[in-house]
Structure formats: C-alpha cells, structure tokens
C-alpha cells in the first residue's frame, strides 16, 4: 500500500457555490475512506481544517468566477494542480448565479444593498473554463457521486473516466420510463441533457429540466420549436431553460 508521504496529493477548492458538490463527496462515506487509503488529502475545508500546501497531484473545484478575486484565486489554484477538475454546475457552465448575465448587476446593486459601494463582483458569473485549462469537467446540481469516484480513481489511475455522454433519453429507455412528451405533452429537455441523474424527473412523470446541462453535440435549437408545440411561449419557454446552467443554454441558443 502506497504510505501517506508518498500519495498522491487531493485537494478541494471553493469559489461561488452552495457546497453542495462538496457534501458529495462527504456523503461517499465508506467510498471516500477507501479512497482517503489511496491518497492524501491536502486541502478541503469542508472536512478538515488541516491544510498542506501545494502542488497537488488533483484538484476539485466547485463554484463559478463571480469576482475579481475568483479570478486571480482560479489561476492561482491552476498552478498549483496537476490535474484540475470541475464539478457541478456553478464551475462548469456559471450555475444558478449566471442568471445575473441577463441582467443589469449594477441595479440589482443598488436595489438590494444599503452601501453597494462595498460588494465587489463581476457582471457575470462564468465557468472555471473560461479562465483556466481544465482537466475534466464533471456535470450535475450536484454531482453524482457514482461519477465523482469513477472521476477520482480513474485520474489516479491514470486512464480516461469513464463518464457517458449520451442524453437523459437514453437513460430513460435504459430505466423503462415512460417518455413524458409523448405520453403527456409535457416538455422535456431530456433530448438535449447530458445524462448522470438516472432520469429521475422523467420516472416520476416530470420533464427534465436540464440540471447536467447540454450534452455533446447536442441541437438545442432544434428542440425549441418542440417546445413551442407542447405548449411553452417565448417567456416560458425562456424561463424553463434559466436555471442550473442557464449560460450555457443560452450560449446554445443565440444563432
């Protein structure tokens, strides 16, 4: 067995997020005691208040770039790690808080603080991807827990993770559910979604509302008129795709 001054180093960081990616993790339980056996857990405040520094042989990331700050914090965390994986939505694709990227941040500023002149941030909320090279991004609000050991072990093995890339469609045959639009007319953005959920809206009779995000290649634009014909107007239609990973959406739907 590999001693614990010669594991290799895990690392878990935090920027704009709700930590639930990282309770992921924490609920593993006995996955995450077989894996802290394997490696050395240098940094990750939500479970220790031990901290060594780095370099890190793999680094977590949970959060989206909100500020000035995220952003200097990302690149220092980049030169840090080895390998550098994303997880969940906010460090993926922006997260809930992108919504602030189709909006005036300068109002809401003014609207919501007694002295704006003290909250410093962004007017957007972007993906880590978008500052730095990242290793692998793991998709989900929040992640599945079965991906983020299969993540986890497979780079410290050394090999590709092993990580679908098909739709929640797939994932719903795979489950004998029901197709929601065909048998209800009620729409689903199962079509254009990366799997990992288990297709678990689409089992209980709602449609998926996209908390993977897109899929590879997926055609989005092809869908919307879809959506139309189930029902959704344009303002519906613009608020189903506005939640986990509303910048992404977004980015797929411009022409």
């Known amino acids: 067995m590999t001693t614990t001054a010669t594991a290799p180093t895990l690392a878990v960081f935090k920027l704009a997020s709700c930590d639930g990616c990282q309770l992921t993790l924490l609920n593993c339980e006995d996955e995450l005691l077989a894996l802290a056996g394997r490696v050395r857990i240098a940094h990750f405040p939500e479970a220790s208040s031990a901290s060594a520094p780095g370099p890190y042989d793999v680094t977590l990331v949970e959060g989206s770039v909100t500020t000035a700050a995220d952003a200097r914090r990302i690149r220092e965390i980049r030169a840090q790690s ?27 500023r003014r609207t919501v603080y007694a002295r704006p002149d003290y909250i410093d941030t962004l007017a957007t909320s972007t993906p880590v991807a978008e500052h730095v090279r990242v290793d692998f991004e793991l998709r989900g609000c929040p992640i599945d827990r079965g991906q983020l050991l299969e993540v986890l072990t ?59 995000g897109l899929k590879p290649d997926s055609r989005l634009p092809v869908l919307i008129p879809l959506l139309r014909r189930d029902g959704l107007d344009d303002r519906t239609l613009e608020r189903f795709q506005r939640t986990f990973n509303a910048a992404a959406f977004a980015k797929e739907a411009a022409p």
Do not use: M, W
């Open 82 to 108: 080895r390998h550098l994986i994303t997880i969940g939505a906010c460090a993926t694709s922006g997260g809930i808080q992108a919504l602030r990227n189709f909006a005036d941040v300068d109002e809401y």
């Open 154 to 212: 497979a780079f410290l093995s050394g090999r590709k993770p092993d990580i679908p890339g098909h739709s929640v469609c797939f994932a719903c045959k795979r489950r004998g559910a029901v197709c929601v639009t065909v048998a209800h007319g009620t729409p689903c953005l199962g079509p254009v979604t990366q799997a990992g959920c288990g297709a678990i809206c689409p089992a209980y009779g709602r449609g998926c509302y996209g908390c993977f």
